[in-house]
């Protein structure tokens, strides 16, 4: 009984989820980049990622990491899918200063070459600023785009 109540709560939840996307498109110049996406100190709706997708002109370093230390800089907004009313609660930075989190994941993507990382048992529970995702390209000449996928609920 537990849980049909635990399951009929989560599609309840489910149901109401508003779809979020942050895209970072910038030409590099030996040059690093991370963008994050970031829980508030309060007031936080649960997260669950849909993916990321990340293209290098040229072959570039990627790291995956979550829990760095808070972002501060530079904000940037998250666009909401067609139809969602609510802004995003998490929060968006590019050239974003967060620190060093917990490695997912490394990966190298080929010069003129998209990746595509499922993200979707990836989530960000309750508020708290130190709760976070990025990616980070390491030093590369090159135009980088990276695009995030969410939800909240």
Known sequence: MKRLAAGLL??????????????????LTAAAEAVTIQQPASGARTVRFSGVYVYCSAQCDVTLEHTGTAATATSATPTPYPGVAKAATAGGFVASNVGTGTVLGRYTVAATGGMVLDLSRVALF???????????????????????????Y
Do not use: H, M, S
């Open 10 to 27: 989560l599609l309840c939840a489910a149901a109401f989820a508003q779809d979020y996307v942050l895209t970072r498109e910038i030409a």
């Open 126 to 152: 309750g508020p708290g600023t130190a709760k976070n995702v990025t990616i980070r390209i390491a030093a590369v000449t090159a135009t980088v785009k990276v695009v995030f996928e969410w939800e909240e």
